[in-house]
Nanobody, 126 residues
C-alpha cells in the first residue's frame, strides 16, 4: 500500500507562486495514476490535475495555463507548480493515486483514486 505525504503549502499574495510536493512511499508510483485535488471550506473536493503513467495530463479549466504537474520517478515524488495564484485557489490540497493507469472518465473525480495524503493548506490573499 502506498503512503502519500504532501508539503509545500503556505500563504501567498495574489499573483504569487507555490510548489507543492507529494512524497510517495511503500511502492513505486511510476505506473500509477496520480492527481492533485483541492477542497475549500463548505465546498466539494475538486480535481485539479492528473498525470497518467504514460505522462499524459488533464487539467481543470480553472487552473489551465497557471498550474503544472510533474513527477520525478527517481524520487517517487509528485509536484504541483502553481503560478499566478488567485484567492479562489485557497483550499486544502490533496495528493491522490490509483494503483493502475487512470480511468479516463474519472481522471478528475475523487472516485477514481484509492490512496490519499493528509493535505497541505494553500491560502492566497488579495
Amino acid at each position: 500500500q502506498v503512503q502519500l505525504v504532501e508539503s509545500g503549502g503556505g500563504s501567498v499574495q495574489s499573483g504569487g507562486s507555490l510548489r507543492l510536493s507529494c512524497a510517495a512511499s511503500g511502492d513505486s508510483v511510476s505506473s500509477y495514476c496520480m492527481g492533485w485535488f483541492r477542497q475549500a471550506p463548505g465546498k466539494e473536493r475538486e480535481g485539479v490535475v492528473s498525470i497518467d503513467s504514460d505522462g499524459s495530463t488533464r487539467y481543470a479549466d480553472s487552473v489551465k495555463g497557471r498550474f503544472t504537474i510533474s513527477q520525478d520517478n527517481g524520487k517517487n515524488t509528485l509536484y504541483l507548480q502553481m503560478n499566478s495564484l488567485k484567492p479562489a485557489d485557497t483550499a486544502m490540497y490533496y495528493c491522490a493515486s490509483r494503483r493502475t493507469p487512470c480511468l479516463r472518465w474519472l481522471r478528475l473525480d475523487y472516485l477514481g483514486y484509492n490512496y490519499w495524503g493528509q493535505g497541505t493548506q494553500v491560502t492566497v490573499s488579495s
